[in-house]
């Protein structure tokens, strides 16, 4: 099994910025599917930005050209820099990683606990 833990978020003032991680453990053989969510209070939950695993990234219009997805193949990591943060990015953001078990070669969809990024004077 697969799991994610996320790390990164936190309070910061408008226009600063943030870097997330999500770290896989487990024996993984592909990571297939990358992608960061978030959800903010009495809203649903949105895809922010995604990875596949030729590299290609897509994001929401709402934070293209201020947030990055990236990824360590190496460490099974996926981060989202985010800068020029506003207070709309407010919302609880969670990991999600689509792959190939190295060892079982069964294909896992897991996600993170979630973490808090809240952005505020």
């Known amino acids: 099994q697969v799991q994610l833990v996320e790390s990164g978020g936190g309070l910061v003032q408008p226009g600063g910025s943030l870097r997330l991680s999500c770290a896989a453990s487990?024996?993984?053989?592909?990571?297939?599917?990358m992608g960061w969510y978030r959800q903010a209070p009495g809203k649903e939950r949105e895809l922010v930005a995604g990875?596949?695993?030729?590299?290609?990234?897509n994001y929401a219009d709402s934070v293209k050209g201020r947030f990055t997805i990236s990824r360590d193949i190496a460490k099974n990591t996926v981060y989202l820099q985010m800068n020029s943060l506003k207070p709309e990015d407010t919302a609880v953001y969670s990991c999600?990683?689509?792959?190939?078990?190295?060892?079982?070669?069964?294909?896992?969809?897991?996600w993170g606990q979630g973490t808090q990024v809240t952005v505020s004077s």
């Open positions: 999600n990683i689509k792959g190939i078990h190295r060892f079982t070669v069964l294909s896992f969809d897991s």
């Open positions: 990875m596949t695993s030729g590299g290609s990234t």
């Open positions: 487990g024996s993984i053989f592909n990571m297939n599917a």
